[in-house]
C-alpha cells in the first residue's frame, strides 16, 4: 500500500457500491455480496446503489439487509448518445444524492456504466474505484479515465483489454477473485455418491461437468462436438476416491446445468440430441453448484469468448475437482504452470476431446490430485486475499 492511507490500513471506510440488480444472476451479482458482506464484517459501512426490479426487492435483497447494508435505488445507469443532455441531468441528481451521504468512495460494479460513475463521481466529490470485471464495453474510454479514478481489474487478461480502449495502465490494479473455500467443501466420505443418488447419475459413471449459460460464446455447442469424440475414445477410466481403476464402468455421462438463452437453445438441443442417448444431462440453473460439484469428476470451461477471471474454475477446484478450461482469457491465466496441461483451445474439438480424456485418466490414477486443487485455490485463489487487495486499493483511492 502506497501513499496517505499506508499508515492507517484500519481506517474505517463508508464505501457507496455501485452494481445493477441484487440478485444472484452471475458471478458479478455473487462477487458484490460476498465483498459487501467482508467489507461490512471488517467494520466498514456499505451502502449499495443499484437498480430496483421485481428480483431485487424479493430475495436479492435479503442477505444485504441481513448483514446491515444500506439499500438504495440508483435509478437508470444507462447513457446514450441521443439522450446524453438528459442522461447527464439524471446522473447530476444522483451525484447530489451521493453527496448527502457522504461516502469515502464510490465502488462501481459494473464498468458499463462508467459514464454514470464519472459524472456522480465529479458531481459529489466522491473519489472512484470501478472493478472491471470483463470486457471492456466501449472502443474508447480514455476521456472517461480520468480525474479521481481509478481501475481494479479482475486479472491481467482485463487489465490490459481496458488499457488498449484507452486506460491508463498506472490507474489499473489486478484484484483477483477468490472463493472461500468452506463454501466450496471437498467431498467426504459419502457426498459423492449422496449427490449422485440425488441428481439420478450412474455411480460408476466417469462425470464431466459444466456449469453456466448454455450458448455458443460459452463453448457448450463445441463442447458437445467434443463430447462425441470422448465416446468414442476407449481410454476413458472410472476415476473412484482410491483412484483405483473400476472394471465395468458406466458410460461417460456429460451434464449440462445452466439456462439456455433464445439466441442458442435450438443449436444446443439439437447437439444434444446428436448424441446417444443418456449421454448427456442437461439440467436447470442452480444457485447451489456444490452438489453438482461433488457429482462430478471433471469440470470443462471451455469459453470460446475469453473470460474475464474464470470463477467456475476456482469454484470447482475447491471441491477438489480439476477442470479442463480455455486458454485465452481469465481462466488461462488462472490455470498457468503445473495446471496449464489442462487448458485447451475450445475452438479445437479434437484436443478438447483429447484433454478431457485425460485429465479423467488423470483423476482416476492421482488420488492427490483433488488435495492440490484445493491447496491451489487456499493459496492464491482464496477469499482473503482477494479482500486484503480490494481493501488496498478503497483505502489508497478514498478521500482524505
Not at 444522483?94 to 464510490?106: E, I, S
Not at 466529490?125 to 479514478?149: D, F, K, M, S, W
Not at 479442463?324 to 489442462?342: C, M, N, Q, S
Amino acid at each position: 500500500m502506497t501513499g496517505a492511507h499506508a499508515a492507517q490500513p484500519h481506517r474505517r471506510l463508508r464505501v457507496a457500491v455501485a452494481t445493477a440488480g441484487l440478485a444472484l444472476t452471475g458471478g458479478v451479482e455473487r462477487c458484490v455480496l460476498e465483498d459487501s458482506r467482508e467489507l461490512i464484517a471488517a467494520g466498514h459501512d456499505v451502502e449499495v446503489w443499484h437498480r430496483a426490479s421485481p428480483a431485487s426487492r424479493g430475495d436479492g435483497a435479503a442477505p444485504y439487509r441481513a448483514m446491515g447494508a444500506v439499500l438504495r435505488d440508483a435509478g437508470d445507469y444507462r447513457f446514450g448518445v441521443r439522450t446524453a443532455l438528459r442522461d447527464v441531468l439524471r446522473f447530476t441528481r444522483d451525484g447530489l444524492r451521493l453527496r448527502r451521504t457522504r461516502p469515502d468512495v464510490l465502488w462501481l460494479n459494473r464498468p458499463e456504466y462508467l459514464p454514470w460513475g464519472r459524472v456522480v463521481s465529479v458531481v459529489s466529490g466522491v473519489p472512484l474505484v470501478v472493478h472491471l470485471h470483463h470486457a471492456p464495453n466501449y472502443r474508447r474510454v480514455a476521456p472517461l479515465a480520468g480525474g479521481r479514478t481509478h481501475f481494479a481489474a479482475v486479472s491481467r487478461t482485463t487489465a490490459r483489454a481496458w488499457a488498449a480502449v484507452g486506460v491508463p495502465a498506472d490507474r489499473i490494479t489486478v484484484v483477483p477473485n477468490g472463493v472461500d473455500t468452506a463454501a466450496f467443501p471437498a467431498a467426504g466420505d459419502g457426498d459423492r455418491d449422496r449427490a449422485r443418488r440425488t441428481l439420478g447419475i450412474d455411480p460408476t459413471a466417469p462425470t464431466v461437468l459444466y456449469y453456466g449459460r448454455l450458448t455458443r460464446a460459452k463453448g457448450v455447442t463445441a463442447l458437445l462436438e467434443a463430447w462425441g469424440r470422448v465416446l468414442e475414445t476407449a481410454a476413458v477410466r472410472q476415476p473412484v476416491p482410491s483412484g483405483a481403476r473400476c472394471e465395468g464402468a458406466g458410460q461417460p455421462l456429460l451434464v449440462l446445468a445452466g439456462a439456455m438463452l433464445p439466441d442458442d437453445a435450438d443449436a444446443v438441443r439439437q447437439a444434444v440430441a446428436a448424441l446417444p442417448e443418456g449421454s448427456v444431462r442437461v439440467l436447470p440453473e442452480r444457485d447451489d453448484v456444490v452438489p453438482l460439484l461433488h457429482a462430478a469428476d471433471l469440470v470443462v470451461a471451455p469459453s470460446i469468448e475469453p473470460e474475464g477471471y474464470g470463477r467456475a474454475v476456482v469454484e470447482a477446484m475447491a471441491t477438489g475437482r480439476p477442470v479442463v478450461a480455455a486458454e485465452r482469457g481469465g481462466t488461462g491465466e488462472i490455470l498457468a504452470g503445473e495446471w496449464a496441461r489442462f487448458t485447451v483451445d475450445p475452438e479445437d474439438p479434437e484436443e478438447l476431446a483429447g484433454t478431457i480424456v485425460a485429465a479423467l485418466d488423470e483423476v482416476a490414477h492421482a488420488p492427490g490430485l483433488g488435495e492440490r486443487c484445493r491447496a491451489f485455490v487456499r493459496d492464491h485463489h482464496g477469499r482473503s486475499q482477494h479482500v486484503a487487495a480490494l481493501l488496498r486499493v478503497l483505502l489508497e483511492h478514498a478521500r482524505r
